[in-house]
């Protein structure tokens, strides 16, 4: 999950200031967690402790109600109002926010239906609940040992994502983007392409789009296929530096639950 949390604080300096420089500088000055993160930690928190996703991004949301970039305007009403009801959304955040599900799963069906509830409290857009699924579906098979071309596949033939366009093309025209449609099949793309941890956050931030988001969700599927063993000992190092305790603290119970 901490490859999650490293896309988002890489991408973060990029979202409002994008770049299609491969070769970006990784952490400059300002840049730290979004809300990309507190909702990877309360997926996570909630996955670990038994706790309902609302409640647990709830909680985590009105502890860190400011973040970077700030949250989108019908997920901090949401998060205000008294009686939250799902908005049909199909934005990216329910994607950004599933790695924890991916790595926690017993198997794929209940990673499947996991996601799907992780997403449907505020996401239940078809498309909204679609994205989350996928990137769920993408963790789980990459933690497995399952080829790229399995997961290209399996991604494909399920969620009729077409992942055959030629990544390098659309970077020329591609720009910001905030829907599950058009975020979650170029981070899947991005790891497929990519050669290693690192490899596949620059191609993703560089795409010049919603990078942060982007970056998060590449973060997450790249961790799981190259294993966290495979992140920068100085990119891991600086992410929990930066995150607030009580975040490091859920992120550290996770990883030595899962992922050692």
């Known amino acids: 999950m901490i490859g999650a949390i490293i896309g988002d604080m890489v991408g973060s ?3 409002f200031a994008p770049t299609k420089n491969y070769n970006f500088e990784l952490l400059p000055a300002g840049s730290t967690y979004t809300d990309d993160s507190i909702m990877c930690v309360a997926v996570a928190d909630a996955v670990m402790h038994g706790q309902r996703f609302a409640s647990a991004m709830r909680d985590w949301g009105r502890r860190y109600p400011t973040p970077k970039g700030s949250y989108g305007g019908n997920f901090a009403a949401w998060l205000r109002t008294k009686n939250p009801a799902p908005y ?9 926010r599933v790695a924890a599900v991916g ?9 499947q239906l996991t996601a799907y509830n992780s997403a449907e409290c505020t996401h239940n857009h078809p498309e909204g609940i679609k994205g989350a699924v996928a990137v769920a579906t993408a963790v789980y098979l990459a933690r ?9 596949q399996r991604i494909e033939q399920q969620f009729s994502y077409d992942l055959s366009f030629d990544l390098l093309e659309l970077k020329r025209t591609y720009s910001f983007n905030e829907s599950c449609m058009g975020t979650v099949p170029v981070a899947i793309k991005c790891y497929l392409e990519s050669k290693d941890f690192e490899d596949a956050i620059r191609l993703a931030v560089a795409m010049g789009g919603d990078a942060d988001t982007l970056g998060c969700i590449t973060g997450a599927i790249a961790e799981a296929g190259y294993g966290t063993h495979s992140i920068p000992t100085p990119l891991f190092e600086a992410a929990m530096n930066e995150l607030p305790t009580d975040m490091r603290e859920v992120v550290v119970e996770f990883i030595e639950r899962y992922q050692r």
Do not use: P, Q, R
């Open 88 to 96: 049909y959304s199909f934005g990216n955040g329910s994607a950004m």
């Open 144 to 152: 497995c040992g399952h080829t790229k071309a399995d997961i290209k």
């Open 13 to 15: 300096t990029y979202e």
């Open 103 to 111: 790595w926690a799963g017993e198997n794929l069906l209940d990673v």
